[in-house]
Every structure is written in C-alpha cells, then in structure tokens.
C-alpha cells in the first residue's frame, strides 16, 4: 500500500505518535498544545463570520489546553475573545494549567459556565459570537454525555454563528462516528496532527461539516505513518483518498497505444427486466477509457442488448471468447440463476470483480465461497450495504453502524479486495489496508451508479493498474463524477466521468 500524506488514525495510534514525538523528537507536552493552540487561532480567524468575539468553549482535558492557547494568541491580535470553560478547571493537568495562567495574565476573558443555572449566561456569550470553537472533548471521549454538558452542547447547536470543532466535534466517537449521548454539530472541524475515523462514520458525518487539513504541531509523517504499523487496529494501514489518487490511474497514454493497449473488460449481466444494468457498467468501463468492452448476457435478451449497442460488443455467455479478457465484471442485473457461469469465471485465472447478483448468489451458496478462498487471482466485492449484510449474515443496521469493521470482516471472510459503497466508500485491501473515499453526493443514490461504478473498476484493472491504484481511483472518480450539479441519471454519468478524469489528469 503507497501511503500519501493523508493517513486516518484511531485515537490510540494519535496518543502513540504524540508520545513518540515527545520521547524521540524532543517536544514537550507544552509545545503540542501551543503548537495546537496556534494552528486553531488561525482557523478561528480565518473561519469567523465576521469581524468581532469570538466564544471557545471548553472542558477540562488537553483540547481546553488548545483552546486557552488559541485564545491568548487571538487576543494578542485585538481579537475580541470569550473562554468559556464548561467543567471546573481546579483538577486541570499542570499542562492545562500553564495555558489558563498564560491566558489569564494576558487579559483574556474567562467566563465559567459549570451548571444549568449558567446556561442564560452561555446562551448570551453564543449570541455575541461571530464563530464559536468547541474545544470541550478531545478523540479520547468514551462516556455519553449527559446533564449539564448536553444542555451545554444544545445551545451550541443553536448558535446562529459558524461553530469550529478542534479535533473532532465534541461527543463523537473518534473510532466509530457514534454520537455518544449528544454531539456538537460542527461546521468546520480541525483535525490535530492527523485525521480521524469518527469524521466519516455514522454521526460523524453529520457533525463534523468541512473537515480542513490536519493542523501540522510538529508530529513527523514518517512517525505517523510507524504508528499505523505498530499499532494496527482495527486497519492494517488507512488513508484518505485524494486527487493523486485519481492522477495515479490515469497516466499520459503512450503515442503508439492502440484499443488492446488499454484493456479488453467483459461484463457478464443482463435479465429480463434488468437489460441496462450491464450497458451503465460498460458506460462506466468506457468512461475511464478502457480500450474494448464486450458483454455477455444470456440467451433471451441477447437480441435487445445487441441491436442497442453501439461501441460495445455483445455475446451470448456461453462464448468461450471472454476466457481471452483480461478483467471480467459479473452481476449487474444478472439475477439469481447464473451459478454455474460464476463458478466457470472464478475459477478461471481472470481478475474478477463481483457486483449485484454475483454477491447474492456467493452469499447463498457455500461452493462459491468456497472456491472464491481458493482462487488465486484478484477479486474484488463491491457490495452495497444490504448485500454485504447477505454476504456477513448480519442484519443491515449492523452493517451500517459499523462500516469499517464490517468491510474489514468481509475482506477476512472472503480474502478479496472490498468496496464497501455509501456516504464514504470503503476500499479494503485482503491484507486489511484501507482507503476512504471523501467525495461523492447524495444523488449518487438512485439506479444503477453502483453498475458504473462496477464497470470504471473492471476497466481500469483490465488497463493493467494494479487494484492498490484502480480502485481507489474509481470510487474517487465516481464520486466527483456524482457531486456535479444537474444530473438525475446514472446514464448521465459516463460524460461526466470522463469529462473529470481529463480536468483531473491535465490539473
């Protein structure tokens, strides 16, 4: 797996890093927290709504450390600016403390709101604020919130300002999403020194709004990056994708290139009702510029994919020319019945990507499980959150509330490479590597993107990328292709597709 500069981290493996840097890199307790404070005064700043207070609300850990330190550097700038402390500060570290005392000396007003009958008192300073920063909890919360800090976050909630969340919003589960009891609900959230699991996953999505590169506080990458290594839970190693990722896939094309260059994909799909599903996967093979793409359906819709189909050739499946493919797609709008065909493909030696039907006749049926554990060539699952719940047995919910430990549990189960698709796609490698997808719409969610996103992975393996690079790439790609504005059909796609792909390419 080739990390980039945008690994995801539990909140183990960020406290790891911290004390490494500080054990090896001789940084102290106190330069991360002004490091950190400063990196937040800045976004303060820069995020306010206008010009005037600017209200930080904190608890009692190392983010209040953070916030009491942003707050005296924004006062150094004329900055008018409140702290608002939500927990008694008698018990802070001594860390917390010299940031308190430095603030205090430096004039900065702290105004403590410890009970319900403050709460008049809170609501006020919210109302004054052109941004407010929570800095109440860090990554390390496990506890729900209750009390006096839900009614807290609630009039946080209504603030009619923009709200800032250090390090992640306050009452979301960094690992998991899970808002736990309540959570702040963020319009922007800063990360320290690295992203976190919590911003993507359940709640988390919610609550973090636009999630700013990681504030740099002198943890090296390289140190990060060993973190991943040392302490791999639940992920092997993890990433955020980026537009690299997309670049990476699409180099420039060689000038003696010809069509068999760029890959022969074909896409085993098709049913009675169920015609267009394996014509998107071909739009979407296209789109990423694979050089021949051939279906092959059965017998009784064989006549209607083949008259409607320009650039794409046609068979019936029973054609032995698919074993000269050099990537085969199976499932779009195939359904139940085509067993025997999808045992004939894997146990071939072919890449296989395994989408819609495929994934519910491997969830039934213990042969193909089988044999699938056993073939050694690449597979790759892209399962929708109800088929991966038919393919782990579990109820959908499940699958939902936990989408990383569930795509981690299928690429365990099934030994292959896994696109767990939703807000957020998931690529999961078998050797438990992860990278997620930050971009994509909800517009996504409507009939037979899944079957695009299906064909841009077949084309772009058949191209001969490696799965390490054509997948994150496609799910990337899909999921820019999908945030673009005036379009309601997955057959509208394919245009758009390639249309960034060149942009992205040229950028």
Known sequence: MKLNDKPILTPEQMRMADQYTMDHDGLSVEDLMERAGQEVSVA?????????????????????????????????????????????????????????????????????????????????????????????????????????????????????????????????DANKGEALGTAVKADITLPIAAYKWGYWLQQGQECSGLILPPASIGIRLNVIHQMLVDHPAPALKSQLIDIAAIQAAFPKRAAHGFKQTFGHLWIFGGAIGYTGAPKLAALGAQAVGTGLVSI????????????????????????????????????PGWGNKQQDTLMHILKSSLPAVLDADALNMLAENDELHEILKARKALTVLTPHVGEAARLLAKPSIEIQKDRLNSGLALADKYQAWIVLKGAQTLVISPQRDVWLNPFGSVNLATAGTGDVLAGMIGGLLAGGLNADIALPAAVALHGRAGEKPNWFRAGQLGKLIATEAQIIRHS
């Not at 920063?133 to 839900?150: K, N, Q, V």
Request: aromatic share 4%; glycine share 6%.
């Open 44 to 172: 303060c700043y820069k995020h306010q709504l206008d010009s005037g207070r600017i209200v930080i609300v904190v608890g009692a850990g190392n983010n209040a450390g953070d916030g009491f330190v942003a707050a005296r550097l924004l006062h150094a700038k004329q900055v008018a600016v409140t702290v608002i402390p939500l927990l008694s500060l008698d018990n802070v570290t001594t860390h917390v403390r010299k940031t308190i005392d430095l603030a205090q000396a430096a004039g900065v007003k702290i105004r403590p709101a410890f009970s319900p009958a403050d709460l008049p008192k809170l609501e006020e300073w919210l109302s004054r604020a052109v941004l407010v920063a929570d800095a109440i909890f860090g990554t390390g919360l496990t506890r729900p919130i209750t009390g006096w800090l839900a009614e807290a976050i609630a009039a946080i909630n209504k603030a009619k300002c923009p709200v800032l969340a250090v390090d992640i919003a306050s009452g979301i």
């Open 296 to 331: 092959a359906c059965p017998h009784d819709i064989y006549t209607v994919l083949a008259t409607s189909s320009l650039e794409v050739m046609v068979h019936p499946q029973e054609h032995a020319a698919w074993q000269q493919a050099d990537t085969v797609v199976a499932g």
